[in-house]
């Protein structure tokens, strides 16, 4: 028995599954305010417990392997890089997909959370849509660039993650499992509304192109005029 699992540093993984999450229609906050709190308590964030409970519970004989996600990049992606490090033989010359799953990037993620507050479900799920398609079309700020915490909330992430980063070390033997664990803390250049807004004429006339339903394209230009 092996149990594989990729982990991904918390401010980088919580952004990525926060925006995920829009294509479910959920209605969520910002993580800047409430919304991260949700997450603290729970396996997104409790690494460490979510590997003790599959390990030490249920297959304490089993051979572990917890990758970090920078790791699983260097490596080519997922796919490859449990190829090979799963212990499984694979055939040679595998057809490797593209990415499956794109987020909504993280400069265009407030006009996603707004519009499923304020559209139907139908209208909200083609903005959604639209946007997980518009970063190739609109440039942006990648998603690297751009603050969705605030100083307030990092801070809190910091504290609240050095135990888990600790019990990590421990249990996957690697000291530091996150060589890269200190910039945690340091603020990302463009807050997440400073990089909506920067998008925001370029996401108007991209709708406009790709003909969204009049409804959005009002919805879009009124609020493109507010923030200006």
Not at 163 to 170: E, Y
Not at 190 to 214: G, I, M
Request: contains cysteine; proline residues 6%; hydrophobic residues 40%.
């Amino acid at each position: 028995m092996t149990i594989y699992c990729n982990l991904r540093r918390p401010d980088e993984y919580l952004s990525s599954w926060h925006r995920q999450r829009l294509k479910f229609g959920a209605k969520l906050g910002r993580l800047s305010e409430e919304a991260m709190d949700e997450y603290l308590g729970s396996a997104h964030f409790q690494q460490a417990r979510l590997i003790e409970e599959w390990v030490h519970d249920h297959f304490p004989e089993a051979r572990l392997v917890v990758r970090n996600f920078k790791e699983v990049r260097a490596q080519g992606g997922s796919i490859l890089d449990f190829i090979h490090n799963s212990g499984i033989g694979f055939p040679a010359g595998l057809h490797i997909p593209r990415d499956q799953n794109p987020s909504v990037p993280a400069a265009f993620a407030e006009v996603g959370r707004r519009a499923i507050h304020d559209l139907d479900l139908a209208l909200s799920r083609e903005v959604v849509g639209w946007l997980t398609s518009a970063g190739r079309r609109v440039a942006h700020h990648p998603d690297a660039q751009v603050e969705v915490f605030g100083r307030r909330n990092r801070d809190r992430l910091v504290q609240a993650f050095a135990p888990v980063a600790t019990s990590l070390d421990r249990l996957t033997g690697r000291a530091p499992f996150y060589p890269d664990l200190q910039d945690l803390e340091v603020l990302r250049p463009v807050s997440d509304l400073q990089a909506t807004q920067d998008a925001l004429p370029d996401l108007l006339q991209d709708a406009k192109l790709q003909e969204l339903s009049p409804s959005i394209i009002k919805w879009l230009d009124l609020w493109s005029a507010v923030d200006s």
